[in-house]
């Protein structure tokens, strides 16, 4: 009985002093953005409770024998994550492909200056299962996300759903028939001192998914989960876009870390503009990293074993107008005048024409959020978008003098 009463004692001052890592998500994402019993795990499957006690208290019982035993390993090993490196194959990612307005794209590119301003984005569109081509692939689907406009946050911030402008975008895009199907950022790629020495300061050291996108991929997947549910937020991509080149990649990342984002095991290796080699995820818990007898357990997991790298194809976004412009939320005074003189067409002649090109995100966010009856005019160009009318007459009077009294402001 002392033997045991001591044990306990010796057990309970072993909890004390142990902390679970921290689970609230804080730098770029809302405050509000934590792993808590009112937001269930991503992927309960995946979750290790409390791996930091658990961990310990099995390597206090197998020091207190003489010689640790497979049973006492396999014990440590099984409360911790095992990250294992895979193939670049899709098979593990839930969407397949994914479409990029191209009009959009170019558009976010050139809103960096040639790589001089970071650029952050939110891609709006949607995921649906899409027949395989080919004579082979009868019956066979994928799932295929497609982008049909970008916004741009303000301030070169990563998005933040709880941001007041964002919600206003996310409650049109439902209204159009579009979601946040994932998120897209600019890099210039670091000329590097060359010199090879592998210090994170050369060309090779350099990978545009680094711990920073990673982990922040997964915070924006982990929270679109929380607002539309598990089975619609969890098709989330992220897009990397060189703004020097052009050139774009897209991603999903795994299940397995969104998880232990969730559970604040793993955590950004540096913050963005801290330099040097940055693509590493810091383990705030060690985890075991690697395949059999090469697993290893490790405090840093590199980031490009979370990653998926998916199919991109250039695609037509239908939240795309015709008059051009950029990705921020505003009217320029001569398009105001354009449409206008649209509005202001004999008979309602160009009625059609205005309608197609206020399908355009932005020119349709800043009136319906502006001027009294803008949800009759999003209903109008949802009809306009899916060809259900065209020609002249179609905007009603009460409706026309609304515009037109916005447009004149």
């Known amino acids: 009985m002392i033997y045991l009463f001591l044990l306990f004692l010796s057990m309970a001052s072993l909890t004390a002093g142990v902390k679970r890592p921290s689970t609230q998500i804080s730098s770029s994402l809302s405050s509000s953005f934590t792993a808590s019993t009112s937001n269930p795990p991503p992927y309960p499957h995946l979750a290790k409770p409390n791996p930091t006690l658990q961990i310990k208290l099995n390597k206090a019982k197998a020091r207190r024998k003489r010689a640790s035993t497979n049973a006492d390993i396999e014990a440590i090993t099984s409360c911790m994550h095992r990250v294992e490196p895979k193939s670049s194959s899709t098979t593990d990612s839930l969407v397949k492909k994914c479409y990029l307005c191209s009009t959009s794209a170019n558009r976010f590119v050139s809103s960096t200056k040639g790589g ?16 395989l081509q080919g004579k082979d692939t009868i019956a066979k689907k994928e799932e295929v996300a497609r982008v049909q406009f970008i916004y741009e946050t303000s301030g070169g911030a990563v998005p933040d759903f709880e941001d007041g402008e964002l919600k206003k975008v996310l409650k049109l895009a439902e209204k159009l028939g579009v979601r946040p199907v994932g998120w897209i950022f600019s890099y210039s790629k670091d000329k590097g001192d060359g010199d090879g020495d592998g210090d994170g300061d050369d060309n090779e050291d ?24 598990n089975e619609i937020g969890s098709r989330f991509v992220a897009i990397a876009c060189n703004a020097e080149s052009g050139a774009t990649e897209v991603f999903q990342i795994s299940d397995h870390f969104v998880q232990m984002v969730w559970e604040g095991v793993l955590v950004e290796g540096k913050k963005e503009g801290e330099g040097g080699n940055n693509k ?9 990293v690697g395949n059999g007898s090469e697993a290893k357990e490790n405090t840093q997991v590199e980031a490009v074993l979370g990653l998926t790298n998916l199919g991109l194809l250039a695609g037509k976004g239908d939240c795309v107008g015709t008059i051009g412009g950029g ?4 009217i320029k005074k001569k398009e105001r005048k354009y449409l206008r003189s649209l509005l202001e067409g004999e008979g309602g002649k160009d009625d059609g024409t205005f309608l197609k090109d206020v399908a355009e995100f932005r020119l349709c966010y800043v009136l319906w959020e502006g001027m009294e009856g803008g949800d009759e005019l999003v209903e109008l160009v949802n009809k306009s978008r899916r060809g259900l009318f065209g020609g002249r007459g179609k905007i ?12 004149d402001e």
Not at 210 to 215: E, L, N
């Open 327 to 330: 990705l921020r939320l505003k």
């Open 116 to 131: 001089k301003k970071k650029k952050y984005g939110v891609l709006f569109g949607t995921v649906k299962e899409e027949k």
């Open 396 to 407: 009603g009077g009460g409706l026309r003098r609304k515009l037109l009294q916005f447009l």
């Open 280 to 288: 590493f995820c810091k383990a705030t818990v060690p985890v075991v």
């Open 206 to 229: 350099f990978v545009p998914m680094d711990s920073h996108a990673v982990v922040n991929s997964a915070k924006l997947q982990i929270k679109l989960m929380q607002m539309l549910g």
